[in-house]
């Protein structure tokens, strides 16, 4: 089955977009569920997506070390591919659980909200896909992998520098929370959007 972007699922997607100015573009990517195979691979990827941003302050990968613990957490990393198997779009979904990455008191909510609070904790698109559609489609799975858990809140960090990400999320009926300094000098705005 062909998902269309609009839609939410894993295997082939069909992105399709107009932009304001009518212009439509298409593209066909697969979207699968990643494993410790695709360690290297999730690892170039981040480091492309650092290279080419324009502010360094933007976008925060996560180490190999980071990323094994997840796989190891069973953690939800998801890729969407092109045509030729290059990774172009990337989503790391923290199921809800008490660890340090955990965003509910950032968000103002209670300790008793920690279990029920997942967190976005990178969602990236390949330099050369943007516009396609890919972070918002990514933003829609992690909303379903919220659901699908049992998830009451999912959560995520932007830049305040980062409009085209803060609106993708805002258009999604996320809410900013709080602004505050993550990661240890980054400044981010803390978005929430209530599940269930
Ligand atoms: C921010 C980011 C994730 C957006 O990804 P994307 O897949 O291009 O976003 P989408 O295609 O889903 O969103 C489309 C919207 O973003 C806008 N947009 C963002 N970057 C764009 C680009 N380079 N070219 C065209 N449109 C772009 C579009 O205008 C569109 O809005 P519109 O429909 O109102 O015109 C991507 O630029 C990126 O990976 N940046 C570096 C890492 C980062 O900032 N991650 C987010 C951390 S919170």
Redesign the pocket.
């Known amino acids: 089955m062909v998902f269309r972007g609009s839609e939410i699922g894993l295997g082939e997607i069909l992105f399709d ?1 107009e ?2 100015n009518g212009i439509r573009k298409t593209f066909k990517g697969f979207a699968r569920r990643c494993s410790l195979d695709d360690l290297e691979a999730i690892l170039n990827f981040q480091e492309l ?1 650092d290279k ?2 324009s502010n360094h302050e ?3 990968g996560r180490s190999r070390d980071d990323l094994i613990d997840m796989f190891a957490h069973n953690d939800d990393i998801i890729a969407v591919f092109n045509k030729d198997n290059m990774m172009i ?1 990337l989503l790391i979904y923290l199921r809800p659980r008490n660890c340090e990455a955990n965003l509910a008191l950032d968000a103002k909510l209670t300790k008793d909200d920690i279990l029920k609070t997942s967190v ?1 904790h ?6 050369d ?9 990514l933003i829609r799975y992690s909303d379903k992998l919220a659901k699908d858990c049992g998830a009451a809140y999912n959560t ?4 305040p520098l ?1 409009p ?2 803060l ?3 805002l258009d999604k009926d996320y809410v900013v929370v709080q602004q505050k300094v993550k990661y240890n000098s980054k400044l981010r705005l803390i978005v929430l959007k209530k599940i269930v």
């Open positions: 977009v932009n304001h997506v080419y941003v933007l976008f925060q779009g976005i990178v969602i990236a698109s390949h330099p896909y943007r516009g396609l559609g890919l972070q918002r489609y995520a960090t932007v830049s980062n085209h990400s609106q993708n999320f």
